[in-house]
């Protein structure tokens, strides 16, 4: 549903503003995601852990790339260099994961609800396997869970320094080189590592609700049972009679959450 995406994107552009930049260390993954359960196409992309002291985000690149280019843009950009924009930063997946040393912070929209919720770094409960594998020139551990409705397996290393890893893949006692489940709709792989300059608040999480875990799984439920259509409603949109037909779907026919145990 990448129109929906350009639409709604290209409907809430900003004016610049002052936002502060840190220096990160950022780690960059490939990312294999089955994105349209109804087309069944991997799609491909790039997704980064950025670290800061004790603190660390998983994010979409593309996503990042986005939101830095809308909050710093020019006031005199033209419509045209938008359009440029959005078309060209439309992101693997949306939601990003805030981790301290005790919380992963799972973000997500819902539609048209901006919701998180907090979770024990810990929560994910792995098996891991005696045995070492090579993965290029690094020895790397096998470890298993069941978590969001899907059995993963990663490999990590203690190779490299740091308990970093996509999406909360960040508790198991090294460095997480590889993600992926069994059905093979997701996948994160290490690709290399840099440290930059960015800014840290790009996803404006003061935008964002809390709720609780349970009710979120609720929300992504009701979510999954409306239609693209009706996430237009109230935004002063308007779209022809051939557009209104190809939205007026049913989202859990097409979407394809890397939680779905709701």
């Given amino acids: 549903m990448k129109y929906l995406y350009l639409l709604l994107f290209s409907s809430c552009i900003l004016s610049a503003q002052e936002f502060k930049e840190v220096e990160v260390m950022r780690y960059y993954y490939e990312s294999?995601?089955?994105?349209?359960?109804?087309?069944?196409?991997?799609?491909?992309g790039t997704a980064v852990v950025d670290v800061l002291e004790d603190q660390s985000r998983f994010?979409?690149?593309?996503?990042?790339?986005?939101?830095?280019?809308?909050?710093?843009?020019?006031?005199?950009?033209?419509?045209?260099e938008i359009?440029?924009?959005?078309?060209?930063?439309?992101?693997?997946?949306?939601?990003?994961?805030?981790?301290?040393?005790?919380t992963n912070t799972f973000y997500d929209k819902i539609g048209r609800l901006h919701n998180?919720?907090?979770?024990?770094?810990?929560?994910?409960?792995?098996?891991?396997?005696a045995s070492k594998l090579k993965w290029y020139d690094y020895d790397v551990q096998e470890a298993t869970a069941t978590y969001g409705g899907r059995e993963w397996t990663v490999w990590f290393t203690q190779g490299?320094?740091?308990?970093?890893?996509?999406y909360k893949f960040n508790n198991l006692p090294g460095f997480v080189v590889k993600a992926w489940d069994t059905e093979g709709q997701y996948s994160f792989e290490f690709l290399n590592s840099q440290k930059i300059k960015v800014?840290?608040?790009?996803?404006?999480?003061?935008?964002?609700?809390?709720?609780?875990?349970?009710?979120?799984k609720k929300a992504m439920s009701i979510n999954a049972n409306?239609?693209?259509?009706?996430?237009?409603?109230?935004?002063?949109?308007t779209i022809g009679e051939k557009g209104q037909e190809s939205l007026n779907v049913k989202k859990a026919n097409y979407i394809n959450p890397i939680e779905r145990d709701y």
């Fill in 160 to 166: 490299i320094a740091g308990q970093v890893g996509p």
């Fill in 83 to 102: 359009m440029q924009k959005v078309v060209s930063y439309v992101p693997v997946f949306n939601w990003f994961v805030m981790t301290d040393k005790d």
């Fill in 116 to 129: 998180y919720y907090k979770e024990d770094r810990n929560e994910i409960k792995w098996d891991i396997k």
């Fill in 32 to 44: 294999k995601v089955l994105t349209d359960k109804s087309v069944g196409k991997i799609k491909d």
């Fill in 226 to 237: 409306k239609t693209f259509l009706s996430d237009l409603e109230g935004t002063g949109i």
């Fill in 59 to 80: 994010m979409d690149y593309a996503s990042y790339e986005r939101e830095r280019w809308r909050l710093t843009k020019s006031e005199n950009t033209s419509k045209e």
């Fill in 199 to 216: 800014i840290w608040d790009v996803n404006e999480i003061g935008t964002y609700t809390e709720s609780s875990k349970e009710k979120t």
